[in-house]
T-cell receptor, first 113, second 112 residues
């Protein structure tokens, strides 16, 4: 079991460029989440998907879009990157219905110049 | 809006000491509370999950307690070791989809 995997591990973008962060889980979880982690701010929820075919905004959704491609995969897209989006991005997954442990991927470090 | 606070931001203790990490939250209507560990440059690893109906959970040298009415949780680490050095994050789950609200973490250093 690979758990939660994320690609790429590290990316440098110029302001205005676009990119997609990929996330996949092999634990048959229904729920998937995208967080960003910034120094002094902690982890904040960007978007989540309670089940295949559904997505909802979290605390900081502006500037991002997501796609729940299938049960395994949940991608995060930056259409026009800004320096404020420099961060470490974590994907997580969990069973549906609340009350479950969330399992995190290793993260993607993104630097926007 | 749920707010989660962890104080202090950093803690340094000698090896072998028993220690308590504190977490407080503002809204007691929670589904669960989780403690995570994060090593530098790595992802988060779940340590303990306490459901809202539970008072505590134990795993090895770790014990987490939950007092919903006072909005507090503690993580007790017994006989600390240098390998326990990491950042410990508290996260509160709210809503049917268990959206997590995180504290900023406590960076623990255990000195040999």
């Amino acid at each position: 079991n690979a758990g939660v995997t994320q690609t790429p591990k590290f990316q440098v973008l110029k302001t205005g460029q676009s990119m997609t962060l990929q996330c996949a889980q092999d634990m048959n979880h229904n729920s998937m989440y995208w967080y960003r982690q910034d120094p002094g701010m902690g982890l904040r929820l960007i978007y989540y998907s309670a089940s295949e075919g559904t997505t909802d905004k979290g605390e900081v959704p502006n500037g991002y879009n997501v796609s729940r491609l299938n049960k395994r995969e949940f991608s995060l897209r930056l259409e026009s990157a800004a320096p404020s989006q420099t961060s470490v991005y974590f994907c997580a997954s969990g069973l549906a219905g609340g009350g479950e442990t969330q399992y995190f991927g290793p993260g993607t470090r993104l630097l926007v110049l | 809006k749920q707010e989660v606070t962890q104080i202090p931001a950093a803690l340094s203790v000698p090896e072998g000491e028993n220690l308590v990490l504190n977490c407080s939250f503002t809204d007691s209507a929670i589904y669960n509370l989780q403690w995570f560990r994060q090593d530098p440059g790595k992802g988060l690893t779940s340590l303990l999950l306490i459901q809202s109906s539970q008072r505590e959970q134990t795993s090895g040298r770790l014990n987490a307690s939950l007092d919903k009415s006072s909005g507090r949780s503690t993580l007790y680490i017994a006989a600390s070791q240098p390998g326990d050095s990491a950042t410990y994050l508290c996260a509160v789950g709210t809503g049917a989809n268990s959206k997590l609200t995180f504290g900023k973490g406590i960076t623990l250093s255990v000195r040999p």
